[in-house]
């Protein structure tokens, strides 16, 4: 079973900058799609940031557009997401996802989409 580990979570003023990991542990089947997530207290998880492992076409959400760069070390097995310009609202816990199966571009996004999860690195930006 794949476990996903994520780190780099902390706390950080607002414009500030912080860069997550995610690194995956275990048998590793062939990943075909890794994401982004963030869940805020009282809101729904939404999807941050997507990657296809082999062609590394990337997708965001157009709240973190410009600011946040998601990026993966195959080698490593490892994801990334760079976050920069960080805002208030940027605040969450924010998770890695991934799955071996094939899903199209408009499902990159979609909780429903991904069947491995971590376990969350908390993100506090302070106004």
């Known amino acids: 079973q794949v476990q996903l580990v994520e780190s780099g979570g902390g706390s950080v003023q607002a414009g500030g900058s912080l860069r997550l990991s995610c690194a995956a542990f275990?048998?590793?089947?062939?990943?075909?799609?890794m994401a982004w997530f963030r869940q805020a207290p009282g809101k729904e998880r939404e999807g941050v940031a997507s990657?296809?492992?082999?062609?590394?076409?990337?997708y965001y959400a157009d709240s973190v557009k410009g600011r946040f760069t998601i990026s993966r070390d195959n080698a490593k097995n490892t994801l990334y997401l760079q976050m920069n310009s960080l805002k208030h609202e940027d605040t969450a816990m924010y998770y890695c996802?991934?799955?071996?199966?094939?899903?199209?571009?408009?499902?990159?996004?979609?909780?429903?989409?991904?069947?491995?999860w971590g376990q969350g690195t908390q993100v506090t930006v302070s106004s």
């Open positions: 996802a991934a799955t071996p199966r094939f899903q199209p571009s408009s499902a990159s996004l979609r909780t429903a989409t991904f069947n491995l």
């Open positions: 275990g048998y590793n089947p062939i990943i075909y799609l």
């Open positions: 990657i296809y492992t082999g062609g590394g076409s990337t």
